[in-house]
C-alpha cells in the first residue's frame, strides 16, 4: 500500500511559478513508478509527468516539456512537479499517482495508488 497526500496547488497568474508536493508513506518513493496527472472540469485525467522506478528517469508529453519538471527526494519521500510559466488552460486539480511496475506509465488507468488532488488556478 501507498499513501500519497498532494499540496503545493493554488491560485496564481499567468507566467507564474508554482511546485507540487507529494509526499509518500508505505513505500519508499524510488521503489514505485510515480506520475502527476492533471484533471479540469469536463476533461478526461490528463498525464503530465512521471519518474521512472530506481533510475529516475522522466518523461512529459508535449504540452509540459519545457515548463514542467518531475523530480524526486528519496530522503524526504517526496515527488515534486516543478510548474514554470504557468498558462490559463493549466487550471487544473493536480494528483499524483504510483504503480508497482518498472516501466512508464502514460495513463491514469496504469496508476494503482493516488492522492486526493490538489487545485492549481492560474487567472489572467
Known amino acids: 500500500q501507498v499513501q500519497l497526500v498532494e499540496s503545493g496547488g493554488g491560485l496564481v497568474q499567468a507566467g507564474d511559478s508554482l511546485r507540487l508536493s507529494c509526499a509518500a508513506s508505505?513505500?519508499?518513493?524510488?521503489?514505485?513508478?510515480m506520475g502527476w496527472f492533471r484533471q479540469a472540469p469536463g476533461k478526461e485525467r490528463e498525464f503530465v509527468a512521471a519518474i521512472k522506478r530506481s533510475s529516475g528517469g522522466t518523461y512529459y508529453p508535449d504540452s509540459a516539456k519545457g515548463r514542467f519538471t518531475i523530480s524526486r527526494d528519496d530522503a524526504k519521500n517526496t515527488v515534486y512537479l516543478q510548474m514554470n510559466s504557468l498558462k490559463l488552460e493549466d487550471t487544473a486539480v493536480y494528483y499524483c499517482a504510483a504503480r508497482n511496475s518498472y516501466n512508464i506509465g502514460y495513463e491514469a488507468r496504469e496508476y494503482v495508488y493516488w492522492g486526493q488532488g490538489t487545485q492549481v488556478t492560474v487567472s489572467s
Open positions: 508505505g513505500r519508499t518513493v524510488s521503489s514505485v513508478g
